[in-house]
């Protein structure tokens, strides 16, 4: 059965810092999603990685994929508050299976 | 935001009564999903569907049904509420593939008392 872990599941971080999220699974998939989730709000899709060694960026988050190591990673550059947010991976392989989800906290 | 509504947005309801949640949606979209959202466990799927007619179970289906007679409209059933069954509920679309990158409504509040 396939397992998708997301550590941590919770970060509070400083503005103007960097960190990464961690997205591990235990099949083997080419395709992985970033979803991001505002507090009370849906779910809107941050990046599609389709292959192995793919690179994504928009704005201050990079995500990259490495399917031999089944592991994902969000880049966070010089967080702001705006990106406090819920963050979610998730794996293709037949359905969609999700990540707990990583609560992001950026502080001034 | 892919055209999708989901009805109603909060419920309160007691234990062992019927719940039906609905999902609609004006694009024509062929693959629609039911998932739920609970602290711990990231989204979880219950059902999708194919297109009209067509559906199937997902990971955690246990004391639900599904319904599509209609391309737009997609129904979420729960025969007997309980409160292992409080929630938030999301529809969902695919625009390409089956179960390819998600488009979500706006969440449907569960509470089962």
């Known amino acids: 059965e396939l397992k998708v872990e997301q550590n941590p599941l919770f970060l509070s971080m400083q503005e103007g810092k960097n960190y990464t999220i961690y997205c591990n699974y235990s099949?083997?998939?080419?395709?992985l999603y970033w979803y991001r989730q505002d507090p009370g709000k849906s779910l809107e899709s941050l990046f599609v990685?389709?292959?192995?060694?793919a690179v994504k960026q928009e704005g201050r988050l990079m995500a990259s994929l490495d399917t031999k190591a089944r592991l994902s990673t969000l880049h966070i550059t010089a967080a702001v508050h705006d990106l406090s947010a819920t963050y979610f991976c998730?794996?293709?392989?037949?359905?969609?299976?999700f990540g707990a989800g990583t609560r992001l906290t950026v502080k001034p | 935001d892919a055209g999708i509504t989901q009805s109603p947005r909060h419920k309160v309801t007691e234990t062992g009564t019927p719940v039906t949640l609905r999902c609609h949606q004006t694009e024509n979209h062929r693959y629609m999903y039911w998932y739920r959202q609970d602290p711990g466990h990231g989204l979880r799927l219950i059902h999708y569907s194919y297109g009209v007619k067509d559906t199937d179970k997902g990971e955690v289906s246990d004391g639900y049904s599904v319904s599509r007679s209609k391309t737009e409209d997609f129904l979420l059933t729960l025969e007997s509420a309980t409160s292992s069954q409080t929630s938030v509920y999301f529809c969902a679309i695919s625009e390409g593939g089956p179960h390819e990158k998600l488009f979500f409504g706006s969440g449907t509040q569960l509470s089962v008392l």
């Open positions: 099949t083997t998939s080419d395709r």
């Open positions: 990685l389709l292959s192995n060694g």
């Open positions: 998730a794996v293709q392989t037949g359905d969609m299976r």
